[in-house]
């Protein structure tokens, strides 16, 4: 259970990226391209975790990037 969870929430993940990033991009361009560098080199660095640790980066840059739109 826990397994589809976590693919699920891969799947999720990369299949919402794309368009996610590319409306963001179309918002504030240097962010989300500082943004992908920064998950580049993260993801590198912890092959074994990087889902967990590119989800948790991935929200609090969506949430930062909200915030400041309101």
């Known amino acids: 259970d826990e397994e589809v969870k976590a693919l699920s929430t891969e799947f999720l993940f990369w299949n919402g990226l794309p368009s996610l990033l590319g409306f963001l991009f179309s918002k504030h ?3 989300v391209l500082l943004a992908l560098k920064i ?3 993260i993801t590198i660095y912890a092959e074994d975790h990087s889902i967990e640790i590119l989800h948790f980066a991935f929200s609090s840059l969506t949430d930062d990037l ?5």
């Open 39 to 41: 998950l580049n080199k």
């Open 66 to 70: 909200l915030f400041d739109e309101a």
């Open 29 to 31: 361009p240097p962010l």
